[in-house]
């Protein structure tokens, strides 16, 4: 199987370099636009069902792409951004410097999850269930998922069966096109954070 992994077009809190977690944040114009250009982008491998977070900025991300393409939207909440807790609406820029100690344990692995949110190993549980269920309907099939930085880069670690994953490992964009493929047994990465696709058109 192909598996497309999708992160939402642009917010007003990814413009801005801000933690946006569970808050529910709208897609600027912009992100509509990068939207229009992802679906122009998998019109040359089409797939058979979109899967999406709850939030709006993904629901709004997936909705442009299945209007363009023609399929049916599966939402759910297990695909999700991680709770940043206290940290949601903290700047990227200046929540190390206000959060320096419980930051810098958080970027080496050794604070779980942001004060008053959701754990790295809850986030590996609810994305590890929901893959085991794609892969299990969508054996042979061509799958997209609209969903957010966090699980995007769990999906890519359970491909590469890390134990321990940092959440710093890879660079996943607003707008960009990761893609997997193979089987319930084998997942191979074949590219990360593809944004040519924004710059097309």
């Known amino acids: 199987m192909k598996l497309f992994l999708i992160r939402h077009g642009e917010t007003p809190w990814t413009q801005s370099r801000r933690y946006q977690g569970k808050t529910d944040i709208p897609l600027t114009p912009k992100g509509i636009q990068q939207a229009k250009a992802i679906a122009h982008a998998l019109r040359r491998d089409p797939p058979s069902q979109l899967y999406t977070s709850t939030l709006q900025r993904a629901r709004d991300t997936a909705q442009v792409i299945a209007q363009e393409l023609r399929v049916k939207v599966i939402a759910d909440p297990r695909l999700n951004e991680i709770d940043f807790g206290k940290w949601e609406g903290a700047s990227f820029d200046r929540l190390p410097e206000l959060e320096r100690s419980r930051f810098r344990k958080w970027r080496e692995g050794k604070l779980r999850k942001a004060p008053g949110g959701e754990s790295l190993a809850s986030l590996s549980r609810r994305v590890g269930e929901i893959l085991k269920e794609i892969l ?11 969903t957010h930085g966090g699980p995007i880069k769990t999906f890519l670690f359970k491909a590469l069966k890390a134990e321990s994953p940092s959440i710093w490992s890879f660079q996943i964009d ?9 089987n319930r047994n084998l997942l191979q990465i074949v590219w990360t954070n593809r944004t040519d696709h924004l710059n097309s058109r």
């Open 136 to 146: 299990h309907r969508h054996a042979e099939e061509t799958i997209a998922v609209i």
């Open 174 to 182: 607003p707008g960009s096109i990761s893609l997997l493929e193979g």
